[in-house]
């Protein structure tokens, strides 16, 4: 039994895939609001069946209300758009992450990159990190073909031990079957949430890169902007929150080298109310 509900027969010149999917690898919903953006307008060429990957009990629908009464359901998806940018054909993977199945989708994964003839493959997401927002956004990166990599690229350093995610273990298996792969991954503020739009304009600024596509972003460069005015001002009147990110900004300062995703302070340091703070006040925003 396939997992695709349908997929269409595409003529495509040497297209490149990009997937992000949300999860724990896109914090802040930096990789799938980033994908979202950059496949707007595109046409849907393949869905893969949601009753066959989804656990709703964990990957609830959303329901819409208006006035007492339901006017959507919007269901857990994961779906590949068709987007020409610059002359070049764009896949975009977009969804949630899966429930059930992984290794039969990676399969399947692989079944379609040979069918549309796909000759890149590269991953959105994000991760936390103990870095404050004052700072430029940073992008890692992990991939199976070091020719990918391209002027300002960091690879994650050293050793790294982490619980798997969807992106990457469908990376792992396109690399597998032999297809140039990478994956980027922006580095957000622990203690901020969804929308954080600095590290969305970073990560397609890098991906755009990587493709050879210059994307429009609209106005997300006065977004991103306003966003970082608009907690500086929240921070102004709370000198714990404050001087929190000051130490973030220390810590940076005193070891510039790359910080590895989850590698966080210790407990009794987080600041948990600090974290509430500005977390409440990213959301009201």
Known sequence: MTLLSYAN?????????????????????????A????SEGGEVVAVFEPDSLFDYRSSRPTLHFSAGKLKETVWPRLEIIHRTVDGIDLLFVVGNEPDFRWQQLIREFVDL????????????GSVPAPV????????????????????????????LVVPGAAVSVL????????????????QVPHYLQAPFHPGVLSL????GGQVGVRFPVGDLALEASNQLEQ?????????????YVERLEQMQEDSPELITPLQVLPADEIGAEVEKYLRTESDDN
């Not at 404050?132 to 690229?153: A, F, N, W």
């Not at 397609?204 to 991906?207: A, C, D, G, L, S």
């Not at 907690?231 to 001087?243: E, G, H, S």
């Open 113 to 124: 990159t040979e069918q549309y003839g796909v000759t890149k493959f590269v991953t959105l």
């Open 231 to 243: 907690i500086d001002v929240d921070l102004a009147d709370r000198d714990d929150a404050r001087q």
């Open 9 to 33: 027969d595409l003529d495509l010149d040497q297209p490149i895939m990009l997937l992000a999917m949300s999860g724990w690898v896109d914090a802040a919903s930096v990789g799938t609001d």
């Open 204 to 207: 397609i600024e890098r991906v």
């Open 132 to 159: 404050p927002h004052t700072r430029p956004v940073r992008v890692v990166c992990t991939t199976s073909d070091e020719g990918l990599l391209r002027e300002g690229d960091e690879v994650l350093p050293d050793d």
């Open 171 to 186: 990376r792992q298996g396109v690399a597998d079957a032999g297809i140039p792969a990478i994956g980027y991954w922006a």
């Open 35 to 38: 994908a979202d953006r950059l």
